[in-house]
C-alpha cells in the first residue's frame, strides 16, 4: 500500500533519520511511505496516511477522506490541547496536575506557579514563575493564547514518558532534567534512563490510550518523591530519541508492525 507520512516542514530535516527508518521499515511489509509537509496546497490520493504534524485543522480535513490514518484526528487535537487532555484524563478518574485555565493575573492566587500555552511542546511556552511580576511578563508574551495554570509540584525535574502502540506499552522512559531546571525535556539538556512501569501504572496508560483510541502517542507523567505519579499531557506527534537513547532498538520497526496489522485489519473489514 502507498502512505503518507506527513510532517512540519521545519521538522522533516530535524527528524530525517527516523523518516528514512520509517520508510525502510515501511518498504519490509510492501508498503510505500512518501514524506510531504503539513503545509501544501494539495495532497496526493493514497492507501493510508501517517501523520507526524501539530496541525488538527489539517488532520481533521485529511480523515474525511475515509482511510486509515495513525493516529485519527480527535487524538491530535486532544494532544495538542493540554487542557482538553487533563480534562480527559481527569474524567477516568487518573490524578492529574492540579490545572485552570486562566486570562488575568487574578486569578493566581499562589506562587510559584507553572504557567504553559495549551499548545506548548518540547518545553517551549513553559515557564516557572516565582512572582507577579513574572506571570504578568508570561501573560502579555502569550496573551493570544490560551493559557493554563498548574500548580508547582515537587519533582525533581523528573517525569515518565511512556510510549504507546495502539493499547500495549512498548517502552517507558525516566527523564531528569538539566541542572538548575524544572524542565525534564530530552532535548533541553536532560537525562534519560529506562523505566519500569508497576501494575498500576500500565493500567493508568492503557486506560487512557483506550479511550482516545490512539496508534502511537506517548504519555507524559511528572514523578513523584514518594513514588507515586501524576498525569502531565500526551504528545502526538512523539519523539523518539529518548527512546533510542535508553534502548538502542529502532522503535521505527514496531511502529510499521503495528500499522501493517491495522491496514490488514482495514482490507479485511
Not at 523518516?19 to 512518501?34: E, M, Q, S, W, Y
Not at 512523539?238 to 491496514?263: C, E, H, N, W
Amino acid at each position: 500500500m502507498n502512505g503518507l507520512l506527513i510532517y512540519e516542514l521545519k521538522e522533516i530535516e530535524r527528524n530525517q533519520n527516523f523518516i528514512d527508518r520509517l520508510i525502510k521499515a515501511a518498504r519490509n511489509h510492501g508498503h510505500t511511505l512518501n514524506v510531504i509537509d503539513d503545509q501544501q496546497l494539495e495532497f496526493p490520493e493514497v492507501d493510508f496516511i501517517f501523520f507526524r504534524a501539530r496541525n488538527p485543522e489539517l488532520s481533521k480535513k485529511l480523515e474525511q477522506r475515509g482511510l486509515p490514518m495513525f493516529n485519527r484526528a480527535e487524538v491530535n487535537v486532544i494532544a495538542n490541547d493540554k487542557y482538553k487532555a487533563i480534562q480527559l484524563v481527569q474524567m477516568l478518574g487518573i490524578a492529574t496536575v492540579p490545572t485552570k485555565k486562566i486570562k488575568d493575573i487574578h486569578e493566581i492566587d499562589q506562587y510559584p506557579i507553572v504557567l504553559k500555552t495549551i499548545e506548548g511542546h518540547g518545553g517551549l511556552q513553559v515557564e516557572l514563575l516565582d512572582n507577579k511580576e513574572a506571570a504578568v511578563e508570561f501573560l502579555t508574551k502569550y496573551g493570544s493564547q490560551e493559557i493554563i495554570a498548574q500548580s508547582y509540584i515537587e519533582t525533581n525535574a523528573t517525569d515518565v514518558r511512556v510510549f504507546m502502540l495502539g493499547s500495549e506499552v512498548i517502552g517507558a522512559v525516566k527523564r531528569i532534567g538539566a541542572p538548575n531546571s524544572f524542565k525534564s525535556n530530552f532535548n533541553l539538556g536532560g537525562t534519560v534512563e529506562k523505566y519500569e512501569l508497576s501494575a498500576s501504572q500500565e493500567a493508568d496508560v492503557v486506560k487512557i490510550a483506550k479511550a482516545i483510541k490512539s496508534d502511537y502517542v506517548g504519555i507524559d507523567f511528572l514523578l513523584l518523591p514518594n513514588g507515586g505519579w501524576l498525569f502531565n499531557e500526551i504528545e502526538d506527534p512523539v519523539g523518539a530519541r529518548s527512546y533510542f537513547q535508553t534502548t538502542k532498538t529502532d522503535i521505527a520497526i514496531p511502529i510499521m508492525d503495528y500499522i501493517d496489522k491495522q491496514l490488514k485489519k482495514h482490507v479485511e473489514h
